[in-house]
């Protein structure tokens, strides 16, 4: 039975490395055994534009009809006046909250053909593999209360970081198992010396490591050491796990230890649904310029084939003809160094394409 993928390309370059992400599908689909069919829908400012509504009904059905959500990227300056619940950040942060999607996987692999990339020296970065195992569907993002208001003749602004522990215990319980598969230490990022939602965090993750996984190699950092480390020796860490917000902030600061954030995919799971997306945004200022990385989409959907799809088999081609195509030389413009030639998004997405069909 053919599986279900909903495509939801949503902003700026979303479109076009959305495209190259597919060409890939339609070339497993042709010249390998995947039986897969997909159907478009809006999020973000293209829901807003189509439906209204960022994450309009017709991508809600459509998703949750679906064995696995493969999105683009939202947000746009044509839709930043617009009020919080209509903007695209909102249908990307709704969708992730309707789905339940608690889980956000993030993988940082230096590829050693882009060591020159890195603005980091390549000593420091040969051998990096982080997983960064970000909680997505609560924390400071959807805390309460929230908002704004006016005090004393003056406007204020407020947010809620507050986790519970049902919350921390099932995001510490996928990144101790992640870590099983890996190099088995898992780095617990927090605040705990000011945040009192950092202290329940911290003690959640030693109770659960404590009764569940006494195997795994449990060390905890406070998040601006943590943002440091990464930095200074990034080689230490195997699998990060955090909160939504320092998830966020960490995870860019990660991908640029492989020398774009172009290159980044990621998964978010929760208990039913999953969703892959590239890490980075919609990036307004290159869109429709064909000059976008798509390597970072391609590579959400060998997640997706990985663990929505149960085809590790296909997932691993889609990795190695990228990676045939980075040692081919072949570069967007965010992975040059000076002078080197460079391609569009689509060559990168017909060249990984080439090179997939070459190991059919
Ligand atoms: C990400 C993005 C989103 C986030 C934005 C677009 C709302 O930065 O996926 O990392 O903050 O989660
Ligand atoms: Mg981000």
Request: one cysteine or more; aromatic letters at 6%; proline letters at 5%.
């Amino acid at each position: 039975m053919a599986v279900r993928i909903a495509v939801l390309p949503g902003d700026g370059i979303g479109p076009e490395i959305v495209r190259e992400a597919v060409k890939v599908l339609e070339v497993l689909n042709k010249r390998f055994d995947l039986d897969a069919t997909w159907e478009e829908a809006g999020i973000g400012g293209a829901g807003f534009d189509e439906a209204g509504d960022p994450y309009p009904e017709a991508t809600r059905v459509l998703a949750h009809a679906s064995d696995a959500v493969l999105l683009g990227a939202v947000g746009g300056p044509q839709w930043e006046a617009l009020d919080k619940p209509l903007r695209p950040e909102a249908g990307l942060l709704g969708i992730r909250a309707d789905l339940g999607l608690f889980a956000n996987y993030r993988p940082t692999k230096v590829h050693s053909q882009l060591l020159d990339a890195s603005t980091l020296k390549p000593a420091v970065i040969d051998g990096v593999d982080i997983l960064v195992v970000r909680e997505l569907v609560s924390g400071i993002y959807f805390g309460q209360p929230r908002g704004t208001d006016t005090v004393d003749g003056e406007r204020r602004g407020y947010n809620t970081m507050v986790y519970r522990e049902s919350e921390i215990r099932r995001i510490a319980r996928k990144a101790f198992e992640a870590a099983r598969l890996r190099s088995n230490r898992v780095c617990s990022v927090d605040k705990a010396n000011v945040l009192e939602v950092s202290e329940v965090w911290r003690s959640v993750v030693i109770e659960v490591h404590q009764a569940e996984f006494p195997d795994v190699e449990l060390s905890h950092m406070y998040v601006d050491n943590a943002a440091m480390q990464l930095i200074r020796n990034p080689r230490q860490f195997d699998v990060i796990v955090t909160g939504n917000l320092f998830g966020d902030i960490l995870s860019d600061e990660a991908s640029m230890l492989t020398g774009s954030i172009g290159m980044l995919p990621s998964a978010s799971i929760g208990e039913q649904f999953a969703m892959y997306e590239p890490i980075h945004g919609s990036a307004p200022d290159i869109a429709g310029q064909d000059m976008a990385n798509p390597l970072a989409t391609i590579l959400s959907v060998a997640m997706m084939l990985r663990f929505s799809l149960n085809r590790s088999d296909l997932a691993e081609m889609v990795e190695k003809a990228v990676e045939h195509t980075l040692d081919a030389g072949v570069r967007t413009a965010d992975l040059a160094f000076a002078g080197e030639p460079v391609v569009s998004c689509s060559a990168m997405g017909d060249a990984v394409c080439s090179a997939l069909e070459a190991l059919a």
